[in-house]
């Protein structure tokens, strides 16, 4: 099994959408999660993250861990086309390296 | 403020050569991971520098190795390439202790 599981997608939405993203992890000895969304041919770019359970509002985005599931996810309200891209989630080890999942791959359609 | 930027963008070698990818870290991080993403895949954490030291290191080979300079820039050095090397090559700055990462648009390595 891996630490960080992630359903690979595609995603295909229309705008003004709810998405949600989710992931489920393994390790529960360590709870410092993040979100990376990335564009295609560009990094991964910080979207949010999380320690313990809980939920983190920013603008359109929010973070939910549920520790009792094992379960992240990310949501988006009111989709755009620019949201366009791979998520990745990934836990941050106590060695302090990130594990990510494989990334959901989303498309938001006009 | 100056953001986490790799050199160079894309790079062309034929199995068994040795190459070099580049990273400047991103003004006032002093940590600097390198990560391996192959295509359709999450990135996978090869090793991290602190103060010039190796401080912690993924499932990797030792035919990849790394080196971090005064500045905090750093490089990742792999010999004796393999097709399977062919990936996006990811650099990340941070405070040490202190998440979370930031990460550059990446060194895309075509192994032929």
């Known amino acids: 099994q891996k630490e960080v599981e992630q359903d690979p997608g595609p995603l295909s939405v229309p705008e003004g959408a709810i998405v949600s993203l989710n992931c489920t992890y393994s390790?529960?000895?360590?709870?410092?999660f993040m979100w990376y969304r990335q564009y295609s041919r560009k990094g991964p770019e910080l979207l949010m993250y999380?320690?313990?359970?809980g939920n983190k509002e920013d603008g359109r985005f929010t973070a939910q861990v549920d520790k009792s599931s094992k379960y992240i996810s990310l949501f988006i309200r009111d989709s755009q086309p620019s949201d366009s891209a791979t998520y990745l989630c990934?836990?941050?080890?106590?060695?302090?390296?990130?594990?990510f999942g494989t990334g959901t791959r989303l498309q938001v359609f006009p | 403020e100056t953001g986490v930027t790799q050199s160079p963008t894309h790079l062309i070698k034929t199995r068994g050569q040795q190459v070099t990818l580049r990273c400047s870290s991103q003004s006032g991080h002093n940590t600097v991971s390198w990560y391996q993403q192959a295509l359709g895949q999450g990135p996978q954490f090869i090793f991290q520098y602190y103060r010039e030291e190796e401080n912690g290191r993924g499932n990797f080979p030792p035919r990849f190795s790394g080196l971090q300079f005064p500045n905090y820039s750093s490089e990742l050095n792999v010999n004796a390439l393999e097709l399977d090397d062919s990936a996006l090559y990811l650099c990340?700055?941070?405070?040490?202790?202190?998440?979370?990462?930031?990460f550059g648009n990446g060194t895309r390595l075509t192994v032929t």
């Open positions: 990934a836990r941050l080890s106590n060695t302090d390296k990130l594990i």
């Open positions: 990340a700055s941070s405070v040490q202790g202190n998440s979370p990462l930031h």
């Open positions: 390790n529960s000895a360590f709870q410092y």
């Open positions: 999380t320690y313990s359970s």
